[in-house]
């Protein structure tokens, strides 16, 4: 059961956004319910901390005017409690902050109200459809994560878009390679390879995500990944490396 | 005659044919006058000079340079005798009369470029500093200077000769004379510009204050008209939501109408002081701001999110303003020339860490982030890479401050500045 909520300080607004929701809800018989529906951020705050293990669908405003906590604070605390939390903000424009938010909650989807009712009905109901998807596909295979922190915060991300950890150019500076992203932090890289044992020291300055290689050169002794970066492999890695590959009978190809 | 050469190369209002017929009469009453007569010639040449006053408009400046002039003569003259007798002892020649001809012409070559060079510094000082030369407070002050130099000279070389002093006392004296001109010059030039630096620096702390206390003028209106247009977008809504469930086709269409008309003028970019206030920080205020308002003149859209007021960030402040510099022209750079051209910049408040994040459409997809802040590398097509090699040696020396990069929907950078 994929529990909803709704936080949305005009009774209006509120009345439609909810009928919208059950009605999709029912007429798709997903196995979800509106759990939860209110003008008071806190109601929900203390909805959330009682129960666990939630993994729940929130639609969020993100000022409620005359309330203590706004939609960025209910937002950082749902997801205290409730780490695989969907959330969707829905919102004037004006209130949005969509790179904050993006970096601080990362959530599913921003609606902006501004764009008319038709529109937001119908994103509405396709931030439900995502939700119920993850939330089903979830339960068979849980996915693997990864996480590095930065000033006492913690940043999660899927496993699969890790490719590889170096050594920064700066004593303790660790650079993580991800799919599209690349992010320098604090660490040691001989402290990161006890830590994720998911990944493979192939080199002393190289800690490699082995599922992402997509090409070994064994003459070179460079691996490659899908987007063209490479890593050095050290002479007595490369053996233990490729039976990882066997054994775990990955697509590499090696030459 | 010397002294009147001198007038007319320093003031260019002398150029004048009814000057020079003037001067020459001068001249020749003079040189009668001295034929006779000689003692006082000095203060007699500079007061026939000061005749000349009827022909200039600007008084002051004229009795500067005359005082100038003459004040020059007279010491070059004086000096310029002992430098002919020092050069004719150091080439042995005798005082006979041909050479006395020859001491003369020697003397007179010698002040004349004395002369010469007096005038050639004063225009350069008049060039230089043409500010002091028009200011009236400094012409006074300068005329006063000279003035009582030239009288403290007058009174002792008539003294000397009144009392028979010799020759050699009298040098004695004028060298005095001219080390406290000298140190009377110094000491007024330094007091002329700790005056006027302070006089600029409390203007410049005047408008400073002035413009501060616009920009917060700017920003609570700003915040009204904020706070307004989120009410009146709101009642708009829930309006809306009442219209809609009612049963009225024609007032349902009106509505809309009314609606879509008046969200397109609130949805518009307002102006870059949105959330402006809550950054405290002062660089980076004032390179956001300053940002900003080159984008907006290029017709990119800015946006600034801040949600908490951020009053201090743990790093040198002037390495966040180049960083952020940097990073906001790389920005305004890749988006030139899009068609739905966007730059935002969020600064994000952690308990124990700042976060700045730039971020700007992208017009193609960049596939190697690594290769952008290798050294060199510019990749004109993005925009990106020029400057953030800069950036990366600016910021990977500090422990405290790490960044990222990413390109997903669209290019960002991330500086993480965790408080000490």
């Known amino acids: ?255 | 005659m010397l002294v009147f050469m001198l007038q007319i190369l320093i003031n260019r209002e002398l150029r004048q044919r009814r000057v020079y017929f003037s001067i020459i009469l001068m001249a020749l009453a003079l040189t009668g006058i001295y034929m006779l007569y000689d003692d006082y010639s000095d203060i007699m040449t500079f007061v026939v000079n000061l005749g000349l006053l009827a022909f200039v408009r600007r008084k002051k400046f004229f009795i500067v340079t005359s005082l100038t002039a003459t004040l020059a003569y007279i010491l070059f003259s004086f000096f310029g005798n002992y430098a002919t007798e020092a050069i004719f002892r150091t080439f042995d020649f005798g005082l006979d009369q041909w050479s006395g001809w020859l001491f003369e012409i020697i003397g007179e070559i010698i002040v004349t470029a004395c002369m010469l060079a007096v005038v050639a510094s004063f225009k350069f000082l008049q060039k230089r500093y043409p500010r002091q030369f028009n200011d009236k407070v400094a012409l006074n002050v300068i005329v006063s200077a000279l003035a009582v130099v030239a009288v403290a000279f007058f009174a002792i070389t008539t003294a000397a000769d009144n009392y028979n002093i010799g020759s050699g006392f009298l040098g004695i004296l004028m060298l005095i004379m001219v080390a406290i001109l000298l140190i009377n010059g110094g000491t007024f030039i330094y007091l002329f510009y700790s005056y006027t630096m302070r006089v600029q620096s409390h203007r410049q702390a005047l408008e400073r204050k002035q413009y501060d206390i616009y920009v917060n003028n700017l920003e609570s209106s700003y915040q009204n008209i904020r706070k307004f247009r989120h009410d009146y977008q709101n009642i708009l809504l829930s309006l809306g939501e009442y219209i809609h469930t009612g049963d009225d086709p024609q007032l349902q269409r009106y509505f809309d109408e009314v609606v879509t008309n008046s969200q397109q003028s609130l949805t518009r970019d307002f102006g870059h002081f949105d959330n402006l206030e809550r950054i405290k920080e002062r660089s980076l205020k004032a390179i956001i701001q300053n940002k900003f308002s080159v984008a907006r003149q290029a017709g990119i859209q800015v946006r600034l999110e801040a949600n908490e007021p951020v009053t201090e960030i743990a790093i040198d402040p002037v390495t966040l303003a180049r960083v952020s510099g940097i990073l906001l022209d790389n920005a305004i750079e890749a988006v030139r020339g899009q068609s739905n051209s966007q730059i935002a910049v969020a600064v994000v408040k952690y308990p124990k860490m700042v976060e700045l994040l730039v971020a700007n459409s992208l017009r193609h997809p960049i596939d190697r982030l690594d290769e952008l802040m290798a050294p060199g590398h510019t990749s004109k097509g993005a925009g990106h890479g020029q400057g953030l090699a800069t950036v990366r040696e600016l910021l990977d020396p500090i422990d405290n401050v790490t960044y990222e990069i990413s390109a997903r929907q669209q290019f960002e950078f991330i500086i993480s500045i965790e408080s000490e």
Do not use: C
């Open chain 1, 1 to 255: 059961m994929l529990k909803t909520f709704i936080v949305e300080d005009d009774p209006e607004q509120l009345a439609t956004l909810k009928q919208t929701i059950t009605n999709h809800i029912m007429i798709n018989d997903f196995d979800m319910e509106l759990t939860l529906a209110t003008g008071q951020a806190q109601e929900l705050l203390d909805y959330v901390i009682d129960s666990q293990a939630m993994d729940g669908l929130y639609f969020l405003d993100i000022e409620y005017p005359g309330q203590d906590t706004n939609g960025l604070e209910l937002a950082t605390k749902i997801r205290e409690h409730d780490v695989n939390a969907r959330i969707v903000f829905v919102s004037t424009h004006s209130e949005m902050a969509f790179l904050t938010f993006e970096r601080r909650i990362e959530p599913l989807d921003f609606i902006v109200k501004d764009l008319g009712q038709a529109t937001v009905k119908a994103k509405v109901e396709t931030d439900i459809r995502v939700a119920y998807d993850r939330y089903t596909k979830q339960n068979v295979t849980s996915k693997a994560m990864f996480s590095y922190s930065k000033g006492g915060q913690l940043f999660n991300l899927p496993l699969e878009q890790v490719l590889f950890i170096e050594t920064g150019t700066s004593r303790n500076k660790l650079v993580l390679h991800l799919t599209e992203r690349l992010v320098q932090y604090n660490g040691k890289i001989s402290d990161e390879t006890v830590a994720h044992p998911e990944l493979f020291r192939v080199h002393k300055s190289f800690l490699v995500n082995p599922q992402m290689l997509v090409r070994v050169d064994k003459q070179q002794q460079l691996g490659y990944f899908e987007n063209g970066e490479s890593v050095d492999i050290a002479i007595r890695k490369m053996h233990d490396l490729l039976a990882l590959i066997k054994q775990s009978q990955w697509a590499v190809k090696l030459d």
